[in-house]
């Protein structure tokens, strides 16, 4: 069999069937391979950073490791930025790499170049990706591609990268004489029962206990779990940006979002805390502030995580981890499964987030009000209330995230997700060229600010051409508002390239869409939006919204470095404050 087309008989035998990439010289063979067989498809997108954008998508929708091609030199450089996502994020994602045939490839290291198009990408990635490795020997390709897949998804998953010489992927192997690769023994679990029976102690003791939940319940698929976890005890669960999907917006234990851009109840909540329990996330600084030291002051902290590395990242500079509990979630719930709450003691706790929420909203009845613009709160309200159980809303980067993230309301069998660590502007275009290949019957809601949209456009090309149900929801205010927000902030407003006025440069988002042969919709302000929005949802295949929102409008609230989480911009006056953090002495003292 030629190596190319087992490759592919690989992948498809896995349950991977789409490819993502871009054709070049050295990957033709793998690429012809894909688009021959009978039950994968090979989706062509405009720009290799959207082939791995896509493949981490194509993972957080179905599960499946998502799986780009790419040529030699620059088509692989490409990739960069989008492996930086799948890493941070802990993506399971394949990159095939083309490589220059084995005779051009450099003898030395002191020698920049010798084939056309070669980059020795194995040093590039290897502090990027869990595993990096250039096939030099046809007969090897079925160990690697078996390795590089179980790496990819073992423990912490993440991205891995096989570069492959144009000559080897053009030679007949005898497939029955390739060797497997053997998984190592599964190690031996740790034993956590000590931390355990501590942590059990501690929730019997506490008064004012808080679960954060992240992204990492949905990437160990411990969702029923984790939920039950809570309902036991009756734990009040506030839930990170990407762990947003986990639970219905509804759902009573839900105390909804914290960190940088709140909710204040949220935070609130965390700063009266006498004890955290932290699960699927890192605990950045985005959840806890830029000034770390302020985070929780009065509460115990605990985090549970497989990696050790993120246990003992904590310097301090930053807060005190007072248990530590290294543990994949799966082994960690089942051994919390077993004492059972007799009573509700934390109903009175819960109460009081919910009165800060209702005291506190994001996007309270005036900002309806707005004549001239939409207001992005209120955009994000709408498609909350017109979407339904099962689309899936991916966002870009800036403004458009924050207020995404602060206003959604989540129904059951949506998802959310973005680029959570890495944050690159484009990246939620071509991620939703990933999901809509996961998911064909399902809605894609792409939620992008103009100025990332600029970084990907091409990708309209691709939806347009596979006529993807993707409705692409374009946050139009004239700029970088993030970036106009932090000018403001620390550099008296003195902007430079955030704007038109200040280098920035934008076409009319309606004659682009156009152009690319989309239908398009524009909503200016409220008197038009739900109409606008129906209209959009209402309509088959790809279509893009042009949203004109207010240039002025900030992300509100907001952590400016130095303060506490409960102390946002703009200010509460401080006897407010006060007030609400009396309810933990320990934080009052700190006051």
């Known amino acids: 069999m030629k190596l190319s087309d087992y490759i592919t008989e690989f992948l498809n035998s896995q349950g991977i069937k789409h490819v993502f990439g871009v054709s070049g010289g050295a990957i033709i063979h793998s690429i012809d391979s894909v688009a021959r067989h009978p039950q994968?498809?090979?989706?062509?997108?405009?720009?290799?950073?959207?082939?791995?954008?896509?493949?981490?998508?194509?993972?957080?929708?179905?599960?499946k490791v998502g799986t780009c091609m790419v040529t030699s030199g620059p088509g692989a450089t490409n990739l960069t930025t989008s492996i930086c996502n799948a890493y941070f994020d802990s993506i399971p994602i394949l990159c095939i790499c083309g490589q220059v045939t084995t005779p051009r490839l450099r003898p030395n290291e002191q020698l920049r170049q010798k084939g056309f198009q070669e980059t020795d990408i194995v040093s590039l990635f290897s502090s990027i990706a869990?595993?990096?490795?250039?096939?030099?020997?046809?007969?090897?390709?079925?160990?690697?591609?078996?390795?590089?897949?179980?790496?990819?998804?073992?423990?912490?998953?993440?991205?891995?990268?096989?570069?492959?010489?144009?000559?080897?992927?053009?030679?007949?192997?005898?497939?029955?004489?390739?060797?497997?690769?053997?998984?190592?023994?599964?190690?031996?679990?740790k034993d956590n029962a000590s931390e355990i029976q501590t942590l059990i102690s501690w929730l019997k003791?506490?008064?004012?206990?808080?679960?954060?939940?992240?992204?990492?319940?949905?990437?160990?698929?411990?969702?029923?779990?984790?939920?039950?976890?809570?309902?036991?005890?009756?734990?009040?669960?506030?839930?990170?940006?990407g762990g947003k999907d986990i639970m219905s917006f509804d759902d009573p234990l839900n105390m909804g979002g914290l960190g940088v851009v709140g909710p204040r109840s949220g935070n609130f909540s965390a700063q009266n805390a006498d004890l955290i329990i932290a699960l699927g996330t890192r605990l950045s600084q985005m959840i806890t502030g830029g000034k770390t030291t302020l985070f929780a002051p009065g509460a115990k902290k605990v985090l549970i995580?497989?990696?050790?590395?993120?246990?003992?990242?904590?310097?301090?500079?930053?807060?005190?981890?007072?248990?530590?509990?290294?543990?994949?979630?799966?082994?960690?719930?089942?051994?919390?499964?077993?004492?059972?709450?007799?009573?509700?003691?934390f109903s009175a706790w819960r109460a009081q987030i919910k009165e800060w929420e209702r005291q506190y909203p994001i996007c309270p009845p005036q900002k309806y009000q707005r004549a001239n613009f939409v207001d992005g709160h209120v955009f994000v309200k709408t498609i909350?209330?017109?979407?339904?159980?099962?689309?899936?809303?991916?966002?870009?980067?800036?403004?458009?995230?924050s207020w995404t993230l602060q206003a959604v309301e989540m129904k059951p069998q949506q998802r959310m997700f973005s680029a959570w660590n890495h944050t690159p502007m484009g990246y939620a275009l071509s991620a939703a060229?990933?999901?809509?290949?996961?998911?064909?019957?399902?809605?894609?809601?792409?939620?992008?600010?103009?100025?990332?949209?600029m970084m990907n456009i091409q990708e309209l090309a691709t939806i347009r051409r596979y006529q993807m149900d993707v409705k692409v929801f374009i946050f139009n205010n004239?700029?970088?508002?993030?970036?106009?927000?932090?000018?403001?902030?620390?550099?008296?407003?003195?902007?430079?390239?955030?704007?038109?006025?200040?280098?920035?440069?934008?076409?009319?988002?309606?004659?682009?869409?156009?152009?690319?042969g989309l239908p398009v919709m524009r909503a200016s302000n409220h008197q038009e939006l739900e109409s606008v929005v129906q209209q959009v949802l209402a309509t088959s295949g790809p279509v893009v919204c042009d949203?004109?929102?207010?240039?002025?409008?900030?992300?509100?609230?907001?952590?400016?470095?130095?303060?506490?989480?409960?102390?946002?911009?703009?200010?509460?006056?401080?006897?407010?404050i006060a007030r609400i953090m009396s309810i933990s002495e320990k934080v009052m003292e700190r006051l």
């Open 305 to 345: 995580d497989i990696d050790p590395n993120e246990l003992i990242k904590f310097t301090p500079n930053d807060f005190k981890l007072d248990l530590r509990i290294e543990s994949d979630l799966p082994s960690f719930f089942r051994q919390m499964s077993a004492p059972k709450r007799q009573e509700d003691s």
């Open 547 to 576: 949203l004109i929102i207010d240039p002025d409008q900030k992300i509100e609230p907001m952590l400016k470095f130095g303060s506490g989480l409960e102390d946002l911009n703009p200010k509460l006056p401080a006897e407010e």
């Open 205 to 241: 003791d506490a008064k004012r206990p808080l679960v954060i939940y992240g992204a990492g319940i949905r990437l160990a698929d411990v969702i029923d779990p984790a939920l039950a976890f809570i309902r036991q005890w009756g734990l009040p669960t506030v839930l990170t940006w």
């Open 40 to 63: 994968m498809k090979f989706i062509c997108v405009q720009h290799e950073q959207a082939a791995a954008s896509a493949a981490d998508a194509y993972w957080r929708t179905n599960g």
């Open 130 to 189: 869990k595993y990096v490795h250039r096939v030099m020997d046809p007969m090897d390709i079925k160990y690697q591609l078996q390795k590089a897949l179980y790496i990819a998804q073992e423990g912490r998953g993440g991205p891995v990268v096989l570069d492959i010489p144009d000559d080897l992927q053009r030679v007949d192997i005898d497939v029955a004489k390739l060797r497997a690769f053997i998984p190592p023994a599964v190690p031996k679990a």
């Open 433 to 453: 060229v990933g999901a809509a290949s996961a998911a064909p019957h399902r809605r894609i809601l792409c939620l992008t600010g103009d100025g990332g949209l």
């Open 384 to 401: 909350s209330k017109l979407s339904r159980p099962g689309d899936i809303y991916i966002t870009d980067t800036g403004a458009n995230i």
């Open 478 to 516: 004239g700029g970088h508002s993030i970036q106009k927000q932090t000018i403001d902030t620390w550099l008296n407003s003195n902007y430079v390239a955030v704007d038109e006025k200040s280098g920035l440069s934008f076409p009319d988002f309606v004659k682009t869409a156009q152009a690319f």
